[in-house]
């Protein structure tokens, strides 16, 4: 850390490139920048997903929407951000002004950094993949080739070749031989293409434009110079588009892969509760999936007094039995409370239900000693029953305020002194209910996910029961299949094993035999 981010510091702007739209594409810096600062002030063509991920990890920083939307009367004026920018940092804050792409290419950076110099506000540069080269990346489209292409020129497409004023020397641009990578300008490609082949360019040139590149909803046509404003057109192709001129295009045919990724231009939704959404989410977009996060369930922790008491008598038991994630993340949660760790937990066997609480307690340093195929209580029972170190044994189970009996009343009728410690209960959450109901009503939802019972039950609460049956589901297992099915929802695959990795290979099985 500097001086100047320094706590009690004078307030400074960083200049954040966000880039073209994959969040993952987001450099380390901008990331830790969003993590610590007090304000955002973001473009339109910033992912919102960058900044809904900065409020979560940054629960108090304030967020101003400041994009520019095409000349929209709703797009706030260049001074205005500026005047913004100044007053939060004269008011000693921290302020991110995150752009898309890179700030310095075609992003106004410098000028909101001239204003900022001018008013003797600090401010650091941090710049972003930009959309030229990711755009066509992600098409699969290399700006630059050898023995294709040695140069590269970014061009703004707002540049009119018919006007008098323009700074572009178009013929020169033609003979270059190089690509030529236009950013925006959809409405002025038609007289671009016209004034390069005026200048000298075949007409046959290959001509590729990427709309919404890296994100999801990427689209990709390709033509000639001569054509590409008619296929546009012809397409629907509209803004944000990267435009590329070159022989590299042709270089699509091989290079193509975002667009072959199993899940590309399918809408996924994740219904987990909001702490635990990121694996699955970022296991589907990996994928090329459109993921719409519903956090159908919000984990709210219980009176913690049992639990701690529990982990101070932990020698009594014989075995732990953990059916959740957040089980095991409250009980050592308990644990550091007491000033205890794993080592208090060396006398006792421990049972999980399913590999992803079996994965939350090994992240702990702790292997669990039974863990079921199947993620259901009855698994983990007969797993434990044909064992012969649990009959007539103390067992202490961790578990949700409205878990099912099955599995502590099994455990009695072997013999078994079960105390069952209520950590936490399950509560819907509506976040993101209404962009999911838009999206449904349209029919713009390929599949739902779900990791539980509960998760159904709060997914049907959240967009209501018509709606909820209006895509196919994907489960996890068999008792959330059986709670997918009470609610009247297509399923449409179902996990082999309780575990993330099995979840996507089922919604990817599941796309397969839907296509």
């Given at each position: 850390m500097t001086e100047r981010e320094r706590p009690g510091a004078k307030g400074i702007v960083h200049l954040v490139g966000a880039g073209p739209g994959d969040p993952g594409l987001l450099t380390v810096r901008g990331r830790e920048l969003l993590a610590r600062c007090d304000a955002i002030a973001a473009d339109a063509l910033a992912n919102p997903a960058i900044v809904s991920a900065a409020r979560m990890e940054n629960p108090g920083v304030e967020v101003h929407d400041v994009g520019k939307r095409g000349g929209s009367s709703e797009s706030a004026s260049q001074d205005s951000i500026n005047d913004l920018l100044i007053r939060l940092a004269r008011d000693g804050k921290r302020v991110v002004r995150l752009k898309g792409g890179d700030p310095l290419v075609f992003g106004r950076g410098s000028e909101e950094a001239q204003a900022l110099a001018a008013a003797g506000i600090a401010f650091e540069l941090v710049p972003g993949v930009t959309a030229g080269v990711a755009a066509p990346a992600y098409a699969g489209i290399p700006v630059t080739h050898r023995g294709v292409a040695t140069s590269v020129t970014f061009v703004t497409g707002h540049e009119d070749p018919a006007k008098a004023e323009t700074q572009t020397d178009w013929s020169a641009l033609a003979r270059t031989g190089g690509t030529i990578v236009l950013y925006m300008g959809v409405k002025s490609l038609p007289r671009i293409a016209s004034a390069l082949m005026a200048g000298g360019m075949s007409p046959d040139t290959p001509a590729a434009a990427v709309q919404w590149g890296t994100h999801p909803r990427q689209r990709t046509v390709t033509a000639t110079v001569a054509t590409i404003a008619d296929v546009i057109a012809r397409e629907g192709i509209g803004a944000p588009v990267i435009t590329v001129i070159g022989a590299v295009v042709a270089l699509r045919t091989e290079l193509a892969w975002f667009d072959r990724l199993p899940l590309f231009g399918r809408r996924i939704v994740v219904t987990r509760a909001s702490a635990q959404a990121t694996g699955l989410r970022d296991a589907l977009a990996a994928l090329g999936a459109d993921?719409?996060?519903?956090?159908?369930?919000?984990?709210?922790?219980?009176?913690?007094?049992?639990?701690?008491?529990?982990?101070?008598?932990?020698?009594?038991?014989?075995?732990?039995?953990?059916?959740?994630?957040?089980?095991?993340?409250?009980t050592w949660a308990a644990l550091r409370e007491a000033g205890l760790d794993a080592r208090a937990l060396a006398a006792c066997r421990v049972a999980c239900v399913g590999k992803s609480t079996a994965d939350a307690l090994l992240a702990h340093g702790l292997a669990a000693d039974v863990v079921p195929a199947r993620f259901v209580a009855e698994a983990v029972l007969d797993s434990l029953a044909a064992r012969d170190d649990v009959r007539g044994s103390r067992v202490l189970h961790v578990a949700a305020a409205a878990a099912r009996s099955v599995l502590p009343d099994g455990l009695r009728a072997l013999g078994c002194a079960v105390d069952v410690v209520h950590a936490y209960r399950t509560v819907s959450g509506g976040d993101g209910a209404e962009t999911l109901r838009a999206a449904l009503e349209r029919g713009e939802v390929d599949a739902a996910t779900f990791a539980s019972a509960s998760a159904v039950r709060g997914y049907v609460d959240a967009v209501g029961p018509d709606l909820a049956r209006r895509a196919p589901a994907v489960s996890i297992g068999p008792v959330t299949s059986e709670a997918i099915r009470e609610a009247g929802i297509l399923l449409a695959a179902e996990s082999t094993a309780a575990s993330i990795e099995s979840l996507v290979a089922a919604v990817v099985a599941s796309m397969r035999g839907a296509s």
């Open positions: 993921v719409l996060e519903l956090p159908a369930l919000r984990i709210e922790p219980l009176d913690a007094a049992p639990l701690a008491a529990a982990v101070r008598q932990l020698e009594r038991y014989r075995w732990v039995v953990f059916t959740s994630q957040n089980a095991v993340a409250l």
